[in-house]
């Protein structure tokens, strides 16, 4: 008898854990709830925020990154196309392999920029903090040109 309530126990934890994994619902952040951390390749004041997925690993990811005021990403290309919406203040984006700020165009908020793969870029937040938004599918990676 002891056996059969220890396996009637069983299938009930296994059942319930099963049917909360297929649960769908519906995910939602405000502002205030987004969990902003620095990651170990970010030494200048850069945050991101893991959305949907981990860009560290495979599979679909959605992230935010917020620049501090003032602060600019040396000239660098990803292996991956890279889809980008402006999501707060305005984000200066400029092609080529050496930082050059007569190259930066104005990306107000509001704005989606599609970087190809392989396009050598830099960017800056010349007028306050700028948060984008990026996704993808597979590990995000930063290939520097400049150091």
Known sequence: MKRLIVAVLVFVAITLTL???????IVAFTPQQVRWFTPSYYTDGRERAQL???SSRDGAWIDRAKIPAGKRVLA????QD???TVIEGTWYLGEGTKFDSTKLKRHPAGSFILIPAGV???????DGTVIIQLSGNGKFQTDYIEK
């Not at 050598?120 to 010349?126: M, R, S």
């Open 76 to 79: 660098h290309t990803h292996p």
């Open 82 to 84: 890279e889809p980008v």
């Open 19 to 25: 049917a909360d994994t297929n649960k769908k619902e």
């Open 120 to 126: 050598p870029h830099f960017v800056a937040a010349k």
């Open 52 to 54: 949907l997925g981990d």
